[in-house]
């Protein structure tokens, strides 16, 4: 399913685009069908370093995103996804360039496979990327806001910093809360992504896509 939801997305990317690639096994499989329609594309900006391991191995020029302006199409999965494609992202610690990528692109194609596609996003744990001195200050900040926060052990993203996975938080209203957080000093980022949504979701069901 995930296979089929990355396979449709090459049918978005246009002769000379540069590409934004996302992070985790479903971009990987988008990765892996890359060099099908390889004369297609000038080159591609990695949300993460194993995207950018990954697209090297398969010789795809790896663009400095401050250099190329903005990008014509980003392609990402996420944990899960309203159809409204308001999503929770960052399930692989990716969520701070996963997010900046996808800002600076003109089109945002989230691939998922059925299981993802929820009605109130919230029961997958949302990643907080923090500076590590405030982990106690935003862990406080949170239990004050009702989420239960976790140190995710044993990892540090890309960019140096820890990663607090919270549950139960109230998602329903998901623009307002992704701002609350971002409030909270010491925050980087969070993996609600509803201010800057997907413009595009395809889903990945057993033997057809559904777009929405
Ligand atoms: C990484 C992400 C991924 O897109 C998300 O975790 C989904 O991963 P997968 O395709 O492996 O289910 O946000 O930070």
């Given at each position: 399913m995930k296979h089929m939801a990355a396979e449709?997305?090459?049918?978005y990317i246009e002769v000379g685009d540069v590409v934004g690639v996302g992070t985790g096994s479903t971009?990987?499989?988008?990765?892996?069908?890359?060099?099908?329609?390889?004369?297609?594309?000038d080159g591609t900006v990695a949300s993460s370093k194993a995207t950018e391991d990954r697209l090297r191995q398969y010789g795809f020029p790896i663009l400095n995103l401050n250099r190329?302006?903005?990008?014509?199409?980003?392609?990402?999965?996420?944990?899960e996804a309203t159809r409204n494609k308001h999503l929770i992202k960052g399930g692989g610690g990716a969520l701070t360039r996963e997010k900046i990528v996808a800002a600076a692109s003109e089109k945002f194609v989230c691939i998922v496979d059925k299981t993802k596609l929820v009605d109130v996003l919230g029961e997958f744990p949302l990643a907080?990327?923090?500076?590590?001195?405030?982990?106690?200050?935003?862990?406080?900040?949170?239990?004050?806001l009702g989420g239960q926060p976790e140190l995710r052990?044993?990892?540090?993203?890309?960019?140096?910093?820890?990663?607090?996975d919270v549950r139960n938080l109230d998602l329903k209203d998901a623009t307002t809360v992704e701002s609350t957080l971002n409030h909270i000093t010491g925050v980087v980022s969070n993996g609600i992504?509803?201010?800057?949504?997907?413009?595009?979701l395809i889903v990945g069901n057993e033997g057809q896509?559904?777009?929405?």
């Open positions: 449709a997305a090459l049918d971009a990987n499989a988008f990765i892996d069908l890359l060099p099908n329609i390889k004369g297609k594309i190329t302006g903005s990008l014509p199409i980003y392609v990402d999965g996420a944990d907080i990327e923090v500076i590590p001195l405030a982990q106690s200050l935003v862990s406080r900040a949170v239990i004050k052990t044993g990892f540090t993203t890309d960019n140096g910093n820890i990663i607090i992504f509803a201010k800057r949504p997907a413009d595009v896509v559904d777009t929405y």
